[in-house]
């Protein structure tokens, strides 16, 4: 069974580091594409960028370039989120996910299937 | 960057046609893809490339698209289609083929 696996509920205070993570199974880590998508109280999806952990390539969404992180493990199929700071106005639901598909560099075309496969969440929550 | 417009609810009774739209100027030279939201659960592909279905998921969700607006159309609702549906295209505008959502749409089965 294909399937992404995330680290639990996390509280953390304003300013203080974090990184959650995203355990993949059942298919091939280094041939997808993974992306993190935001999810805030009461809110839509916000997408904030993708790894594809076979080669490290790593895009950021520009809303999100410099406030995060995203990395990944080939070795132990995890793929990681993380900020250095945390605000308060980061508290949300946070979501991995395969983006199904190839990307074309030379086109700037992504032949996608769809976000087809999602981790379960992982509730983060900021304080002052 | 590109934007995509939703109605922020839609309402139809058990057995009627609900339909869904998503209108942005990326379409129609980007597909478009949906996901269904139950509350507390993570979202789930229902349509992709407009109108292809993934496996698993019942005939009654369709997808089409006409000019810069594209549609979800579920016939015949039942109880547990009751959900938030996000559709997403792309965004091509910077060096890299970026996902984009739109605001949601919450369905409503009376």
């Known amino acids: 069974e294909v399937q992404l696996v995330q680290s639990g509920p996390v509280v953390k205070k304003f300013g203080e580091s974090l990184k959650i993570s995203c355990k993949a199974s059942?298919?091939?880590?280094?041939?997808?594409?993974v992306g993190w998508v935001r999810q805030l109280p009461g809110k839509g999806l916000e997408w904030m960028g993708i790894?594809?952990?076979?080669?490290?390539?790593?895009r950021y969404s520009p809303s999100f370039e410099g406030q995060v992180t995203i990395s990944a493990d080939e070795s132990i199929s995890t793929a990681y989120l993380q900020w250095s700071r945390l605000k308060v106005s980061d508290t949300a639901r946070y979501y991995c996910?395969?983006?199904?598909?190839?990307?074309?560099?030379?086109?700037?075309?992504?032949?996608?299937?769809?976000?087809?496969?999602w981790g379960q969440g992982t509730t983060v929550i900021v304080s002052s | 960057s590109y934007e995509l417009t939703q109605p922020p609810s839609v309402s139809v009774s058990p057995g009627q046609t609900a339909r869904i739209t998503c209108s942005g100027d990326?379409?129609?030279?980007?597909?478009s893809y949906w996901y269904q939201q139950k509350p507390g659960q993570a979202p789930t592909l229902v349509i992709y490339?407009?109108?292809e279905r993934p496996s698993g998921i019942p005939e009654r969700f369709s997808g089409s698209s006409s000019g810069t607006t594209v549609t979800l159309t579920i016939s015949g609702v039942q109880a547990e289609d009751e959900a938030d549906y996000h559709c997403?295209?792309?965004?091509?505008?910077?060096?890299?083929?970026?996902?984009?959502f739109g605001g949601g749409t919450q369905l409503t089965v009376l």
């Open positions: 996910a395969r983006r199904k598909g190839h990307y074309y560099v030379t086109r700037n075309y992504f032949d996608s299937y769809g976000v087809d496969v």
């Open positions: 059942g298919y091939s880590f280094a041939s997808d594409w």
């Open positions: 790894i594809h952990p076979g080669d490290s390539d790593t």
């Open positions: 990326v379409f129609p030279e980007q597909y």
């Open positions: 490339k407009d109108s």
């Open positions: 997403q295209s792309v965004d091509n505008s910077g060096t890299f083929s970026h996902v984009v």
